[in-house]
Nanobody
Framework: QVQLVESGGGSVQAGGSLRLSCAASGYTDRRYCMGWFRQAPGKEREGVAYIDSGGTTSYPDSVKGRFIISKGNAKNTLYLQMNSLKPEDSARYYC????????????????????WGQGTQVTVSS
């Protein structure tokens, strides 16, 4: 049984940084597309970072240059380093994964994600 558990959320002032973690258990396939998503109240869920098993990463313009997605050396932890945070980054952040052997690019990869975590709240105050 695959489980994704996020941690690292919290409250921070604008301009600050947070690092989110996603611990994946029960996922043994070496082929994957993993991503971080966020959803604020009253808004649609949006992808903020993808990484695939080839190491390709992608971001929307809204976070490009500020957010960095990475996999831990043990390959069972996904990270999202968030820098220069803005109030509009406030949302609940989720990690997700799907078995996929190709390149997955945010905005291009259309398949659904199979596994989702419960999310962690990020609040950025001005």
């Amino acid at each position: 049984q695959v489980q994704l558990v996020e941690s690292g959320g919290g409250s921070v002032q604008a301009g600050g940084s947070l690092r989110l973690s996603c611990a994946a258990s029960g996922y043994t396939d070496r082929r994957y597309c993993m991503g971080w998503f966020r959803q604020a109240p009253g808004k649609e869920r949006e992808g903020v970072a993808y990484i695939d098993s080839g190491g390709t990463t992608s971001y929307p313009d809204s976070v490009k240059g500020r957010f960095i997605i990475s996999k831990g050396n043990a390959k069972n932890t996904l990270y999202l380093q968030m820098n220069s945070l803005k109030p509009e980054d406030s949302a609940r952040y989720y990690c997700a994964a799907v078995t996929y052997g190709g390149t997955c690019l945010l905005g291009v990869f259309q398949a659904g994600f199979t596994y989702w975590g419960q999310g962690t709240q990020v609040t950025v105050s001005s």
